[in-house]
């Protein structure tokens, strides 16, 4: 397969999971605005929101001030935020327009017919647009795109490609997201002011649609430990840090079987995933929960910065 | 106009009568209630922008993807009309090819007198970089598209010859597969000549021109500017339906004596080159310096025979306007035959009698620019006010060698869709010629159609649309 043709649907398979996240951190930074903050008023999670995207700046510099409508226009339809969910759902269809003989047309279909109703969405008055509205959709849209990838596309090597895209942004978006909220994970009280707060665990489960999934695989109480250890170390959930970097090895085994041949791709993804499933829930709270995010967050980026080099910018391994 | 407006042929009505080949579509097209046809129209848009079949259209705003109109009427030629057809097309592309080499080689048909030596050496397209080399086979233009007209029952003539990188086969394709999709039943009542093995037919032709120093099986591959090109949709298809790579300068390098791709798997060495980029843009170290769609170095590895490029650089000599007038003399030159198509009477600016005539009769003519396409540039006198002609006569002044003129041709008729029913509409046809080891070309080609009343000029650019065509099997 071109590098290229790869690189685009590595880069597709990207910007279609951030366009999710970004939808999900959407949803939690208006439901956290809905509770009341102990202070007085209400709480207000858009500076960290909007900081786990790397867009706080920018966006102090186009709106000044942090007003609920204005952030969730930068956040969803701004096309100067490269995050937004225009902002990747549109770099998702150039990316799948430019290979879409690469791809199948249930596949091709599913993120031509988002676009197209996105641009419907942008013309739509915005008091008539909720923001749980504007998540749903955009999170319906992006199960459609993978459900007709899993029962169409062909399993070559693009799939694996695609396979890497997902899996590498995944472990980012889901590193960023636990983030946003580490301080609520907190174990001990004296870290934070404001407290633990049993409303905002539950939140930040609903943002990974993760409840159902923690009652059946934890008893007991809600614990930060338990939450750590789910979105975390858990292989049996499907965002969780470990499933992610899993993924990302069995693509690049795949392709290495493909080949016959492995390369320093496969060898970084498994140091990786080796590092990370000896990890325990106290070993991470005693380097600190943000700490270990941030470096996580890192070495998954080398893993891609590696996986380009390798495969999708022809620099022999 | 109205004398030229009787002498129209329609090429389904023959006064009151019902043309045999078009009998079927005509009982066809009055037994469908109007909403019905109405729904399926919105029913081919559809597909058409659902499978992509779009043309980009930048920096005229508005959505760049545009759909060419479908017009869903058929046009139908019966195998005797194709006959001819085929043989003259074939014949043609022949005399093309074998005019390309002799120009780039002993250039015979200049020292014999038949062509002026200016008209070739002094061309833009003429390729200094391509002369005493043969390509593969000797073929220099691998798809020769032949734009028809016809004026009628037995008059087709050739409007121009393209003989770099045609485009609009993925239509004549894909106006086929929705025609099948939606009326399966009328091509079951009339035989039509399939033209599906065209894709297959182009693969081999390519296949066949790979450079000497290729011993596997050759990898063939498109290069397309990119996707901000008209026609990569058609790029992207073709490649897919040939099931090789679509390519763009960025992911070809020269190393050592060939042109490889960069893929996954490494470096791969690539054989045969179908570009749909223009000369002047191929390698930035021969040409264009500032290409930066081409390949640094594809011309010494073309010229050492470690790659076919298709077209060959240089092809386009061939099918220029002011050489045109001469593919008559190319025939009877290099086969010895008489023409089977012929051209249309032109007259050269670059020769003063003949601009004299010109001059003293634009409300007649069409003029061309010898190096333009798409259909701009031009005048079409009879549709012309008296400002345009006498703007257009300064310009012809200025540079009497940059212009032909033609007669005005009452291009034939095919029934249309219109609001009201159906209606005669101007059509022309470029069918798609392939030269390799053999001659190749599939039964028809691509109608285009002037969807506005009385208008001749049928290039999708200026509001021209598609009709699928058919040659009724024998």
Not at chain 1, 177 to 198: E, N, R
Request: with cysteine; aromatic share 10%.
């Amino acid at each position: 397969m071109l590098s290229r043709t790869a690189d685009h649907l590595y880069w597709m398979a990207r910007y279609l999971e951030r366009a999710e996240t970004t939808a999900r951190l959407l949803e939690v930074g208006a439901r956290t605005a809905l509770l009341p903050d102990p202070s007085g008023g209400y709480r207000n999670d858009w500076e960290a929101v909007l900081q786990s995207k790397g867009t706080l700046e920018q966006f102090k510099e186009k709106f000044g001030e942090t007003n609920q409508r204005n952030i969730e226009t930068w956040l969803f339809f701004d096309s100067d935020n490269p995050a937004s969910v225009l902002s990747c759902i549109n770099a998702a269809r150039e990316n799948a327009r430019v290979v879409r003989t690469a791809l199948t047309s249930p596949v091709w279909d599913a993120i031509n017919s988002a676009y197209q109703e996105l641009k419907q969405l942008q013309r739509t008055e915005r008091s008539k647009l909720m923001v749980t509205d504007l998540t749903e959709w955009t999170l319906r849209f992006c199960h459609l795109v993978r459900g007709c990838l899993s029962a169409t596309q062909l399993r070559n090597d693009g799939y694996a490609f695609m396979g890497i895209g997902t899996s590498i942004e995944r472990a980012d978006n889901t590193a960023r997201l636990i983030d946003v909220k580490y301080y609520v994970l907190l174990p001990s009280l004296s870290y934070v002011g404001s407290g633990l707060d049993q409303s905002q665990w539950a939140l930040l489960l609903q943002s990974m649609t993760a409840q159902r999934a923690f009652n059946w695989s934890y008893s007991g109480e809600i614990t930060a430990q338990k939450i750590a250890h789910l979105l975390i170390l858990n292989r049996k959930f499907p965002r969780s840090l470990l499933s992610s970097v899993c993924w990302t090895c069995d693509h690049l085994d795949d392709i290495a079987q493909n080949y016959s041949n492995g390369t320093r791709a496969q060898e970084a993804a498994h140091q990786l995933y080796e590092d990370l499933s000896r990890a325990t829930v106290d070993d991470i709270f005693d380097e600190g929960l943000h700490e270990f995010l941030q470096r996580f967050v890192s070495r998954n980026a080398g893993l891609a910065n590696t996986v380009q080099d390798v495969y999708l910018r022809g620099i022999p391994a | 106009m109205s004398a030229t407006q009787a002498k129209i042929f329609n090429e389904m009505m023959n006064g009151q009568d019902v043309r045999a080949a078009y009998a079927n579509l005509e009982k066809w097209y009055r037994s469908m209630p109007p909403e019905l046809r109405n729904l399926k129209q919105s029913e081919a848009e559809a597909l058409f922008r659902r499978v992509g079949i779009t043309f980009a259209v930048y920096g005229e705003g508005g959505d760049p993807e545009r759909l060419i109109p479908f017009d869903m009427f058929p046009r139908v030629m019966t195998a005797e009309e194709w006959r001819k057809l085929d043989k003259g097309i074939r014949q043609r592309a022949a005399a093309l090819n074998a005019f390309l080499c002799d120009v780039y080689g002993r250039r015979e048909i200049i020292r014999a007198g038949r062509i002026p030596e200016h008209l070739v050496t002094n061309n833009e397209a003429y390729e200094k970089a391509a002369i005493g080399f043969m390509p593969p086979r000797g073929v220099f233009s691998h798809i020769v598209g032949v734009d028809l007209v016809r004026t009628g029952p037995d008059e087709f003539y050739v409007l121009e010859d393209n003989c770099r990188t045609p485009s609009g086969v993925s239509y004549m394709l894909q106006n086929r597969e929705i025609m099948m999709r939606m009326y399966p039943q009328l091509f079951m009542e009339n035989r039509i000549a399939p033209v599906d093995g065209y894709a297959s037919a182009l693969r081999k032709t390519l296949a066949s021109v790979a450079p000497r120093k290729c011993m596997a099986e050759p990898n063939i591959v498109i290069l397309t500017p990119g996707q901000f090109n008209s026609a990569y949709y058609e790029h992207s298809f073709l490649a897919d339906l040939m099931g090789v790579e679509l390519v763009e300068g960025q992911d070809l390098f020269v190393e050592g004596d060939f042109i490889w791709m960069t893929t996954t798997e490494g470096p791969k060495k690539v054989d045969v080159i179908y570009r749909r980029i223009d000369d002047s843009f191929l390698d930035p170290l021969c040409f264009r310096p500032d290409s930066m769609l081409g390949v640094p170095g594809l011309m010494n590895v073309y010229r050492s025979g470690g790659v076919t490029i298709c077209s060959a650089p240089g092809a386009g000599v061939a099918d220029d306007k002011a050489i045109y007038t001469y593919v008559p003399e190319m025939i009877r030159f290099y086969l010895g035959e008489e023409p089977v198509l012929e051209n249309v009477p032109t007259w050269q600016c670059a020769r003063k009698d003949e601009c004299r005539y010109v001059l003293e009769h634009l409300s007649e003519l069409v003029v061309k620019e010898v190096h333009g396409s798409g259909g701009y540039g031009m005048l079409v006198g009879p549709k012309a006010d008296k400002s345009t002609i006498e703007a257009f006569a300064h310009k012809i002044r200025q540079n009497p060698e940059n212009y032909i003129a033609q007669p005005t041709l009452a291009l034939s008729a095919v029934p249309t869709f219109v609001e009201e029913g159906i209606a005669p509409r101007h059509v022309d046809l470029r069918p798609y010629c392939l030269v390799g080891e053999k001659i190749e070309l599939v039964p028809g080609g691509l109608t285009r159609v002037a969807l506005t009343e009385g208008s001749l000029v049928v290039n999708s650019s200026q509001g021209g649309g598609v009709k699928d065509t058919w040659v009724l099997a024998e």
